[in-house]
Nanobody
Framework: VQLQASGGGSVQAGGSLKLSCEAS????????MGWYRQAPGKQRELVGG???????NYADFVKGRFTIIRDNAKDTVYLQMDSLKTEDTAVYYC???????????WGRGTQVTVSS
């Protein structure tokens, strides 16, 4: 599975950005599809995503500000980021995981920079 992420860029604090991640294959059978991020000097951390049960999970630090939307028809997941903070600056990666084959796939990553 190849993941093509897009939509990163630079924005001022309080602004919005929308990231997209398109999969090369159907995501219907995935056990997880969502987003991680990695800030300079920090470990990669989970932002949120969809589980196979249909539940959308979010990290506490983005709840109420970020929304993850899944479009099965387009095999695409979106990350709508509102009320951005400087601490949201990071490289954002999309991820899809299939438990049945123990396979995890990553997109190339897209830079998000939030300035004060």
């Amino acid at each position: 599975v190849q993941l093509q992420a897009s939509g990163g860029g630079s924005v001022q604090a309080g602004g919005s950005l929308k990231l997209s991640c398109e999969a090369s294959e159907s995501i219907l059978s995935s056990d997880f599809m969502g987003w991680y991020r990695q800030a300079p000097g920090k470990q990669r951390e989970l932002v949120g995503g969809f589980t196979s049960s249909g539940i959308t999970n979010y990290a506490d630090f983005v709840k109420g500000r970020f929304t993850i939307i899944r479009d099965n028809a387009k095999d695409t997941v979106y990350l709508q980021m509102d009320s951005l903070k400087t601490e949201d600056t990071a490289v954002y990666y999309c991820n899809v995981y299939y438990r049945s084959i123990a396979a995890s796939y990553w997109g190339r990553g897209t830079q998000v920079t939030v300035s004060s």
